[in-house]
């Protein structure tokens, strides 16, 4: 059955400590690894494609990266700005659709 | 440019009472256009999805259906809302291949 699940659940980290969120899958033939920011009460923003291992995507602060197995999305000296819950999503083979993970919702403190 | 309009942002209702809630996209044409909801603590979940007007893709039987009875119009409704139909609403389109899903603003929905 494919899966997406991503970790931590949720992150706390303090104003310039960089560090990674991981979003795992298993998904035969991926189509696809897409990256969102959600704020609360709000639709989530795109923020990256990923279509094949070591494919590397950067704005600003964030760079996801691709492996067969999972992807990263790495932030760099994070601003508190960047607080929000980031989403996970992949494409599978002849689906319409993009199969999201629970995500992980991250707290960067001043 | 494209845009994506969802309304209402919030919504209270009854148990047993009709929904309407609808997505409208401007600036594109015959896009595809989904449903989601998204429960506290848990991924969004793909409601219903449609490649064109009058097609719809169920994914989950369910209390909801879904039309579109225009180009770059969606509707979400049901006929008498439960209590587990509370959630958060988001209408996407998708706008190319490569750019995954556009969303809406969202609909918090509250049944009591």
């Known amino acids: 059955e494919d899966q997406v699940t991503q970790s931590p659940e949720a992150l706390r980290l303090q104003e310039g400590e960089s560090s990674s969120l991981n979003c795992s899958y298993t998904?035969?033939?991926?189509?696809?690894l897409f990256w969102y920011r959600q704020d609360p009460g709000k639709g989530p923003e795109f923020l990256f494609t990923?279509?094949?291992a070591g494919e590397e995507k950067e704005k600003e602060r964030l760079k996801a990266t691709l492996t067969k197995k999972e992807s990263f999305l790495h932030i760099t000296a994070p601003k508190p700005e960047d607080s929000a819950t980031y989403l996970c999503?992949?494409?599978?083979?002849?689906?319409?659709?993009?199969?999201f993970g629970t995500g992980t919702r991250l707290t960067v403190i001043p | 440019s494209q845009t994506i309009h969802q309304w209402p942002a919030t919504l209270v209702q009854p148990v047993g009472s009709p929904l309407s809630l609808e997505c409208t996209v401007e600036?594109?044409?015959?896009?595809?256009l989904y449903w989601y909801r998204q429960a506290a603590g848990r991924g969004l979940q793909l409601l219903f999805y449609?490649?064109?007007?009058?097609?719809i893709s169920s994914e989950v039987p369910q209390n909801l259906s879904a039309s579109r009875p225009q180009d770059r119009q969606f509707i979400l409704s049901s006929k008498k809302l439960l209590l587990s139909d509370s959630g958060f609403y988001l209408c996407?389109?998708?706008?190319?291949?490569?750019?995954?899903?556009?969303f809406g603003s969202g609909t918090r929905l509250t049944v009591v």
């Open positions: 998904v035969s033939g991926l189509r696809g």
């Open positions: 999503a992949v494409r599978r083979p002849g689906a319409n659709n993009l199969f």
């Open positions: 990923l279509y094949s």
């Open positions: 600036g594109t044409s015959n896009p595809n």
């Open positions: 449609s490649v064109g007007i009058g097609q």
């Open positions: 996407a389109w998708r706008e190319r291949e490569s750019y995954g899903y556009t």
